[in-house]
């Protein structure tokens, strides 16, 4: 698990014990629970601008709109709790600047800068899946860079939440993708379900499922640091 000073692991293991009472629940932990910016969490939505991420089956929502959703509750649950956060994007739009050749590269390498400016704790990517060969496959599921011993802690904790919420008994996967491997801090990706399916992506919708999902992660990531 994470090493840090005692003190604040003691503030962040009580935090998860009040959340662990408030089933399903927006975090209500007062800042004093931790110590100020005691740590620093990068929260990453997945794709944005002209990069729509995959598509809902039934609705052809974008994922990308889901994965900013999902951020921005998740957001309030880690301020709540005295933690500094830093999203790599606030609104709809890209990190790439004009919407020109090679524009993805450039989006992936603005998060890459926004990771190494904030020299976080965890970063924690959120993006939906697809599998079209099963559209039957659902639920969330959570990759960590297989050299990551911190990352792959992450990734098991919140793999539990997860399992938890959907009923699932999935096992976090070893993951060879951009976000894990840019840079040396523990970093996972979050895909919180299957866009493929009928059912996830009808929940995904879901303002109401969407807090769930974002509990679940909070909850998993409070798990590692404590």
Same mark, same amino acid.
């Given at each position: 698990?994470?090493v ?8 962040v ?12 629940? /927006?975090?209500?932990?007062?800042a ?5 910016a005691? =740590?620093?969490v &990068? ?7 002209i990069?729509?991420? &995959? ?19 998740l ?7 005295? =933690?500094r956060v ?16 090679g524009?993805?590269q %450039?989006?992936? %390498? *603005?998060?890459?800068e ?8 965890? &970063? ?5 899946n697809?599998?079209?060969?099963? %559209?039957? %496959?659902?639920?969330?599921q959570v990759?960590?860079?297989?050299s ?16 938890? /919420? ?13 976000m894990l491997?840019c840079?040396?801090?523990?970093s &996972?990706i ?10 996830d ?14 509990l679940?992660? =909070? *909850?998993?990531a409070?798990? =590692?640091?404590?």
């Amino acid at each position: 698990m994470f090493v840090w000073k005692r003190s604040a692991i003691a503030a962040v293991a009580v935090a998860f014990a009040l959340l662990l009472s408030m089933s399903f629940a /927006l975090a209500t932990v007062s800042a004093a629970s931790v110590p100020a910016a005691a =740590f620093t969490v &990068v929260l990453d939505a997945g794709h944005g601008g002209i990069d729509p991420g &995959v598509l809902g089956v039934k609705t052809k929502t974008k994922e990308s709109e889901i994965n900013l959703k999902i951020v921005k509750k998740l957001e309030k649950q880690f301020i709540s709790a005295g =933690f500094r956060v830093v999203l790599t994007r606030k609104n709809g739009g890209g990190l790439y600047g004009l919407p020109t050749e090679g524009y993805k590269q %450039r989006d992936m %390498r *603005k998060r890459k800068e926004i990771i190494e400016e904030a020299q976080p704790n965890a &970063v924690i990517s959120v993006h939906q899946n697809n599998f079209i060969s099963d %559209r039957s %496959r659902r639920g969330g599921q959570v990759f960590f860079k297989p050299s990551d011993e911190n990352g792959r802690a992450l990734a098991d904790c919140i793999q539990g939440e997860l399992n938890a /919420l959907g009923g699932y008994d999935y096992s976090a996967l070893r993951g060879d993708y951009y976000m894990l491997n840019c840079s040396s801090y523990p970093s &996972v990706i979050v895909e919180c379900g299957f866009l493929s399916n009928a059912e996830d992506e009808a929940l995904l919708l879901s303002e109401e499922y969407q807090e769930e999902v974002a509990l679940a992660i =909070f *909850k998993g990531a409070l798990s =590692f640091f404590a």
